[in-house]
């Protein structure tokens, strides 16, 4: 049979207590010393008693303790503080360890540990499933377009039923953006974009993705200007295509009619960084924190036209090629999004 290594467990209220008894100890000792030593040096005539000296030394050693002591003391209180902002912000694969042996630390860092490890599991079961009845979703979805775009063309049809099969078309095609973007998501979680890596033209991209949303800026008789530097770049050209049509999508739709789009890519460093400015509302402070949250939507006025997942997509595929997406507001009005990712 294995043996139990012995460890001995302090707990915390015995620390505490030892540390306020050695402190105090240390403190009385060294002065008494430097008292008697001052006492010996100035020969007597010193000007203050030397019960002053002591008491004020001893102040002074005894707060320079406190505060080194206190800084290894709430160390893992800092850890722990640290690790539920990240579990607060998505990431459930943080561990603590303990190593100072105290019992209370100790308790905390194993029913933290088993927090995250049980809301990790909460989340793959919660997104494995959306993602799988998304994809049920897919099949019933298409049928109901592919009929509703049939019917759309038949003549015989009166002006009422027109409006409701467009109404129809108009309704299936956000159920199968939402599940298009839902499964994508689930795609990126599962790191499967990695696997498609190809060197082109990210420039050449980026002009494509302002050609396929010309209908929209048309419409709107948006004046676009466009700056971009020639750029290689190896990574999954699918996904990152995804990322300039949300941003530049957006910027589209939330510009007011005869607003303005700036494209701007450089090279510099080892870093590509791409930014898409707008004339629209720009973003408050509040939505700054979530806009890149799945389900966000800050503007009421425009929750027809989406779902609030293009921009959660954009920040995982812009992380899984270890880049970085931020946004903020422009002095003139309006924002900018800035994408920035490693030279490859
Ligand atoms: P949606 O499908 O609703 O556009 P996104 O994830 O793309 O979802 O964006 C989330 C929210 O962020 C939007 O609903 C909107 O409130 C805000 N937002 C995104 N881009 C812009 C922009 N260019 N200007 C102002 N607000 C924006």
């Known amino acids: 049979m294995k043996k139990k290594r012995f460890r ?3 707990n915390l209220r015995l620390y505490f207590t030892l540390i306020v008894m050695a402190e105090i100890g240390i403190s009385v000792v060294v002065a008494v010393i430097l008292g ?15 019960t002053v000296w002591q008491i004020l030394l001893s102040l002074l050693i005894g707060a320079s303790i406190s505060a080194l002591l206190g800084k290894w003391f709430f160390g893992p209180i800092t850890q722990l503080s640290d690790a539920m902002k990240k579990v607060a912000d998505g990431d459930f694969s943080v ?3 303990a190593d100072k042996g105290i019992r209370e630390i100790e308790d905390i860092y194993a029913n933290f540990n ?4 049980d809301l990790g599991a909460t989340e793959i079961l919660q997104t494995d499933f959306v993602s799988n009845v998304s994809h049920e979703f897919k099949t019933p979805i298409n049928a109901i377009e592919g009929y509703a775009t049939l019917l759309q063309g038949d003549e015989n049809l009166s002006p009422e039923m027109v409006q409701y099969v467009e109404k129809i078309l108009f309704n299936t095609k956000r159920l199968s ?3 298009g973007n839902i499964l994508l998501l689930s795609k990126v979680d599962n790191q499967v974009i990695q696997s498609r890596v190809s060197t082109f033209r990210l420039d050449e991209q980026i002009r494509q993705s302002v050609v396929l949303l010309e209908p929209k800026w048309e419409e709107k008789e948006i004046e676009f200007d466009v700056d971009l530097e020639r750029v290689e770049y190896t990574g999954d050209e699918n996904m990152l295509m995804h990322v300039w049509n949300n941003i530049i999508g957006n910027a589209i739709k939330f510009d007011p009619p005869g607003g303005y789009v700036g494209i701007k890519m450089k090279q510099r460093d080892g870093e590509i960084t791409v930014t898409v ?5 720009g973003v408050d402070e ?3 924190k979530h806009i890149f949250d799945r389900f966000y939507q800050a503007d009421s006025s425009h929750k027809e036209e989406g779902n609030g997942l293009g921009l959660a997509l954009v920040k995982r595929i812009v992380d899984a090629n270890k880049g970085r997406v931020t946004v903020e507001n422009r002095i003139g009005g309006g924002c900018r999004f800035t994408v920035v990712l490693p030279r490859t």
Do not use: C, Q, Y
């Not at 088993?114 to 490890?117: D, E, G, Q, T, V």
């Not at 400015?277 to 509302?281: K, N, R, V």
């Open 8 to 10: 001995f467990r302090f």
């Open 286 to 288: 509040e939505a700054k």
């Open 95 to 97: 561990r603590l360890t």
């Open 177 to 179: 953006g939402l599940v």
């Open 36 to 50: 008697v030593f001052l006492n010996l040096v100035a020969k007597g005539n010193i000007l203050l008693p030397l």
């Open 277 to 281: 400015e707008d004339s629209g509302p």
């Open 114 to 117: 088993l927090m995250a490890k």
